[in-house]
Structures are given as structure tokens and as C-alpha cells.
């Protein structure tokens, strides 16, 4: 590694140490749970340390050590046992951080800088093996011309390795790949630790913007790139750089436009609470156009009587724009209209409710009308009798018992799944036939939530059902012998890339092209949360 703080005396790190030996600090560390390759911070202790982590115990006060793993472990013995023996991890050396308790203020800016330096040197070395990866797996599948298969397989093999979802592991391959076969300027800096890797993969989102026509063009305009990124935070650089970019683009604005428009999506990313982010990428008037008008309309409602802030106005208006006037048709509720003409509920009385805004005040169920797909809502029996006891949203987690029972019983477009009240067991049935009748699917889909492959996303909704065992190798239709898999894993199984056991109904194990075996097992349905004592 090119930087130079390993043996300075306000780094932190032990002279003696150096950073030579730092590639194994990245993923590994993350991992802290081998036995043959850990985190040693001075002598063990049951002790948790003085107030605020200093202290002989304490992780402030105590020297810190990582060295380089013998062989790869499983995280889990369940894994182990599926898994095997490791192979040789090509890792060697030690790295070494004073307790953090012997360090004054500059000593420990200092230390954040080399470990910032250390991150980048380990964040090179990654995009270098990544894309060995990807060659080392076209030459042993010559016969594939087409390079997205090799891609995807590639990712495959990635996503489950490093506990990454395929897409992102996929985003890591074309960032690897970019930086060791066309942006080896960025990958130097990266290497030395000039950029992070976020500045690194702000520079190639930038730089491969720029057709690649004339090389010199590419190459100063990724020198200067460069340049701005390691002066100022991604956020910044981004600005600057796309004022640059401006100034360097052969194409005009309007054609580059219209080429980006075929982009447009809308992204739907579930979050902790029964709660999820819905965003949209679109032409910046149509964006713009859209959030005018909710902000329009969430201004128009506040008042000395309205509780809500502007940025829940904000939300419930988009929510009653997109759901509560769907194309199935269903009117808005009627409700009472004073002698001024205004909404009779637009006072205190319910107006101050989160989730809702004044067109669906009056009418609960409005806010499902607008969801026209087919939507599994797992919900246990005796909650729908009054219980506290949570609900799940098929692939997008649990939800309070009143969303529950609500979707449950007013929006047709919802398909109910029964639980049993103690053991939260799912109803279901097998089948004689290789057909999969229509009550096992769903039980399947909602047993799995997603794509079974480790790592993918895919809504099992979206999924193929697919005979863990084969129908012409005497596999059964049974719940115990069929898995949601997305087309691609799915041809991938069929085409003998990746194989895939079931030993207990739900439970897969999955085993790559190259050899790694991994263990992944079915979220259990909800079920009344286990008697806890009381905290005093």
C-alpha cells in the first residue's frame, strides 16, 4: 500500500504493524465471528468498563488487533455443517491499534485518516478481486457468448459471499470492473487512498457519462473528475462535476435528455415499522410538477386547527391523489358540507390524524381502493377478533393489527392468509399432480416472501414455483418440495448452474457453480409474542 501513515508516531497503529497487512480489515472484520481470525483487544475481561467505554474493559481502553484469518469459518454452526471445510484464505499479517484511551485529539484525527486511507487500499483490492472473479468464471464457462449470463452468474456468486442482495452485488461487478479495465486513474487514487469509494464511484458515474469517442477527452476529463473529488464531499463533487461535465459532453443537453427519459422508474423500498420509501426517478418539470402540486395542496390544508405538519400534509395528500380515486372505480365518501361550503371534518375532529387527509377522513377504507394487485396479508386469527398480535405485508414485513385486520376486510385486492393462534402454522395443502393448485402457491409465495436464491429480493409474487426436487426425478407438488425462484435463478437451477436442497419444508440449501454452500430459511409466520417479565 502506497500510504504512509503506518509507522507514524501520531497514527494510532503500532509501529510495528504497518499497513501492509491491512486487505484482511475489510470484509472479514465485518464479521468478527471466526475463531481463527478476530479482533483481540487486550486481556478478556467479563467486565464492560467504566462509564462511557474507558476503563481496563472497556473497548476505549483496551489495544485492538486484527490478524489475517488461516482459512474462511461459517458465521453459524447450521452453516458450518452445510458448508465443509474452508480453503486457504491468500490474506497474511497484522494490524495493530493503540487503545484509543492513550490518544490525544490530533492522534485520533490522525488515526481516522488512516483507517479512511486503509478502507480505500481494501476497497481497491476488492474491485480487483471482483472482476477476477468474473474472468476466472467466463474462462470456466467458454462456451457462453453471451456476456450478461456470465454477469449474472458472476453476481450470483458474489451477492451470497458477502450477505449483498444480487442487484447490489451486480452494482459492485460493473463499479469493479469499471475501475480495473477502463478508469485505472481512479482506481490508483482509490488505491492510495486520495478517493473513498463512494468519491470513486461518484467519479465513474460522472466519467462514463462522457461518450467514449476520443481518449484523450475521456482521460482529461476523468483527471480533472479526480481532482475535484478529492477536494470536497461526494455531494458537492457531484454539482461541480456535472458543470464540468457540461463543458466536456460532445452531445447537447436536449438529446442527452431524451436518452435519459427512457430511464425513468419508480422504486418501492420497505423499511422497519410498517413503513417504506416510494420514490421516483423522472424528468426533473415532471418531478418537480408532481411535488408543486402535493405542496400545493398540503399548504391549502393547514390551519390553527390542524395538527399535522406540513410534511405529513405533504405525505397524505400524495397517498389520497394515488389511492383513494383508483381506476376500480369507487367514489369518494360523502361528507357533511357546512353553510361556507367547506368540509365539515376539516376541524378538530379527526383532523389531526396521521395517515390520512381530509378526503379520506370520512372513509377509512379509501386509502386500499387504489391498490389494484394482488397482495398477500398474513394475519393471525385472533387478530382479526380483536388481537394485539401483528400482521405481515407479503415481502415487506410486519404491520400494526388495525392495518391488518383493515386490509383484511375492506380491500378485495388483498388475498387473506389465515394463522393458527398458537402455533402461527399457515393452512395449505399438497398436491398429486406436478400443477400447483392455487391454495399452495399462495402459501408457498407467502411462506417465502422472495426469490429463494440467497441474497435476491425478488417478490415471491413476481417468483416461479419451482420442484426443489425434480417431477421427473419423483419430486412431490408439496409444500415441503416447492420454492419461490425468480426466472433468472430459476434458469439457472434448470440449466445446471446452481443447485438447490430442501431437507425441511421452507429451509434451502443452495450450492454455487464455484462450490460455496450456503443455508437460508423461511421467515416464520407471525405469531402472539412470547411472555416476557416485567422490567421492574
Not at 472484520?29 to 475463531?35: A, D, E, K, V, Y
Not at 449474472?152 to 475501475?179: F, K, N, Q, V
Amino acid at each position: 500500500m502506497k500510504g504512509s501513515h503506518a509507522s507514524a508516531p501520531e497514527s494510532g497503529f503500532f509501529p510495528e504493524s504497518g499497513l501492509e497487512s491491512g486487505p484482511g480489515s475489510g470484509p472479514e472484520s465485518s464479521r468478527g465471528s471466526s475463531p481463527d481470525s478476530a479482533f483481540e483487544s487486550g486481556p478478556a475481561s467479563t467486565g464492560s468498563g467504566s462509564a462511557g467505554g474507558y476503563g481496563p474493559a472497556g473497548p476505549l481502553g483496551r489495544e485492538a488487533t486484527w490478524t489475517a484469518p488461516t482459512a474462511p469459518t461459517a458465521s453459524t454452526a447450521s452453516e458450518a455443517a452445510s458448508t465443509g471445510p474452508g480453503v486457504p484464505v491468500p490474506l497474511t499479517g497484522q494490524i495493530s491499534v493503540a487503545a484509543m484511551v492513550t490518544l490525544d485529539a490530533r492522534q485520533t484525527v490522525n488515526l481516522l485518516q488512516t483507517l479512511s486511507t486503509l478502507r480505500s487500499w481494501v476497497d481497491a483490492q476488492e474491485a480487483k478481486a471482483v472482476t477476477h472473479l468474473h474472468d476466472l468464471i467466463a474462462e470456466e464457462h467458454a462456451w457462453i457468448e453471451d456476456l450478461d449470463r456470465i454477469h449474472a452468474l458472476t453476481a450470483s456468486e458474489i451477492g451470497p459471499a458477502l450477505h449483498l442482495p444480487e442487484r447490489t452485488a451486480g452494482s459492485l461487478l460493473d463499479h469493479s470492473e469499471l475501475l480495473v479495465r477502463d478508469y485505472r486513474a481512479t482506481l490508483t487514487a482509490l488505491e492510495d487512498g486520495r478517493l473513498s469509494r463512494p468519491h470513486a464511484w461518484a467519479v465513474l458515474g460522472e466519467a462514463i457519462s462522457i461518450p467514449d469517442t476520443v481518449p484523450a477527452v475521456r482521460a482529461g476529463f476523468e483527471a480533472h473528475l479526480i481532482g475535484l473529488a478529492c477536494k470536497t464531499t461526494v455531494a458537492k463533487f457531484t454539482r461541480q462535476a456535472q458543470r464540468l461535465r457540461e463543458a466536456f459532453h460532445p452531445e447537447s443537453i436536449t438529446l442527452r435528455h431524451q436518452k435519459a427519459v427512457q430511464d425513468r422508474r419508480v422504486y418501492l423500498d420497505p423499511v422497519q415499522d410498517g413503513m417504506a420509501w416510494l420514490q421516483a426517478f423522472l424528468p426533473t418539470e415532471q418531478a418537480a410538477g408532481i411535488f408543486h402540486r402535493v405542496d400545493t395542496a398540503a399548504r391549502a390544508l393547514q390551519g390553527p386547527d390542524e395538527a399535522r405538519t406540513l410534511t405529513q400534509l405533504r405525505a397524505d395528500v400524495l397517498v389520497d391523489v394515488l389511492t383513494s380515486a383508483g381506476p376500480a372505480g369507487h367514489p369518494e365518501p360523502e361528507t357533511d358540507t357546512d353553510a361556507n361550503g367547506s368540509n365539515g371534518s376539516n376541524g378538530s375532529n379527526g383532523s389531526s390524524q396521521p395517515g390520512s387527509s381530509g378526503s379520506s377522513r370520512a372513509g377509512e377504507a379509501t386509502a386500499f381502493w387504489g391498490v389494484q394487485a394482488k397482495v398477500f396479508v398474513t394475519v393471525p386469527v385472533m387478530t382479526l377478533l380483536g388481537g394485539d398480535v401483528p400482521g405481515e405485508l407479503e415481502g415487506y414485513g410486519p404491520i400494526d393489527p388495525e392495518t391488518a385486520r383493515k386490509l383484511a376486510g375492506h380491500a378485495p385486492s388483498f388475498a387473506r392468509i389465515l394463522t393458527h393462534p398458537f402455533t402461527g402454522a399457515r393452512l395449505g395443502a399438497d398436491a398429486r399432480t406436478y400443477q400447483v393448485p392455487q391454495d399452495l402457491k399462495d402459501a408457498v409465495r407467502v411462506r417465502d416472501g422472495t426469490c429463494r436464491h440467497p441474497g435476491c429480493n425478488r417478490l415471491a409474487v413476481f417468483c416461479e414455483l419451482d420442484h426443489t426436487t425434480p417431477w421427473s426425478h419423483g419430486g412431490k407438488t408439496s409444500y415441503s418440495n416447492l420454492a419461490s425462484l425468480c426466472k433468472r435463478h430459476h434458469l439457472f437451477k434448470t440449466e445446471g448452474y446452481w443447485h438447490y436442497k430442501q431437507p425441511d419444508p421452507g429451509t434451502i440449501i443452495a450450492i454455487s457453480p464455484a462450490g460455496e454452500t450456503y443455508l437460508t430459511t423461511a421467515d416464520p409466520p407471525p405469531a402472539p409474542p412470547p411472555d416476557l417479565p416485567p422490567p421492574f
